[in-house]
């Protein structure tokens, strides 16, 4: 498959920062036996991943400008053009050596995002998309799995802990998905569930409380891969609410109408 220019900036970057956390990786695996634990060293990798990313990207096209997940927001002199990167996204896994984690990286292009990387360097998987140019897994194309019930679908979501999101209205989503799928996944990346509905692996997600460079990329691989992608209330205003549900056609549509009910009413 032959690149576009941006893509192959895109790739580059993930693929460098991917190297490093990979090494971190296997560090943070030693540690887990320590007394001291691998939250510090895994900081470290986080922010370590961020540094490398922004390098090569502010060298690739300098001016752009950035919104990271540990760096904020960084003006550029382009204001048309801004990338939105999550360098360690699944930390938590990445924590307990679980090899599930991603680097993130989408581009925005005037409000609108026009490609998309993600890449677990565990597991070698390179996901991407350009606006008009379809969705890949390793050089792979992808679509957005064909079924059209729920009851035969798996959904992937995100669970909220501690400190985190509303988890009376996750307990209620949760309720309501549960009976009406053939399973719920939980992988811990917002970022790896869009991908893995743009593959096909599930059929439809559904979280809430997320930030843009969890969801940014995701949301064009999945419309590139023939998917649809929204808020809870079906409309586009995915970053300002940080609400996203996702799958094909007719998934998202049962999504929608699924976490749409309301709480059963106490006699």
């Not at 997600?205 to 209330?233: N, Q, Y």
């Not at 609410?241 to 056609?249: C, F, H, K, L, P």
Request: glycine share 12%; net charge neutral.
């Amino acid at each position: 498959m032959a690149r576009s220019a941006i893509i192959n900036v895109m790739v580059q970057a993930a693929m460098k920062a991917g190297r490093s956390l990979a090494r971190d990786f296997g560090e943070v695996q030693n540690l887990q036996v320590s007394l001291k634990g691998p939250g510090d060293y895994v900081s470290q990798a986080d922010r370590k991943a961020e540094e490398i990313i922004h390098a090569e990207l502010a060298r690739a096209r300098p001016g752009y400008s950035f919104l990271m997940e540990e760096s904020g927001t960084v003006e550029g002199d382009d204001p048309q053009h801004r990338w939105i990167v999550d360098p360690l996204d699944g930390t938590t896994n990445f924590l307990h050596g679980i090899p599930i984690f991603s680097i993130s990286i989408a581009l925005e292009r005037q409000g609108q995002i026009v490609a998309g990387v993600i890449y677990n360097p565990a597991m070698d998987e390179l996901y991407t998309a350009e606006r008009g140019g379809g969705a890949f897994l390793n050089d792979r194309r992808l679509r957005v799995a064909a079924r059209s019930r729920l009851s035969d679908a798996v959904v992937g979501t995100g669970i909220p802990h501690l400190g985190r999101g509303h988890h009376g209205t996750a307990l209620l989503d949760l309720r309501n998905v549960m009976g009406e799928t053939a399973g719920i996944r939980r992988l811990g990346s917002a970022a790896l569930d869009l991908a893995y509905v743009a593959a096909g692996r599930m059929d439809g997600f559904w979280e809430d409380t997320l930030s843009p460079w969890d969801i940014a990329a995701g949301i064009i691989l999945v419309r590139e891969a023939g998917g649809f992608v929204s808020d809870k209330k079906g409309g586009d205003k995915m970053f300002d609410t940080g609400q996203i549900v996702a799958g094909n056609e007719a998934i998202h549509r049962a999504l929608l109408k699924t976490l749409a009910r309301p709480a059963p009413q106490k006699s």
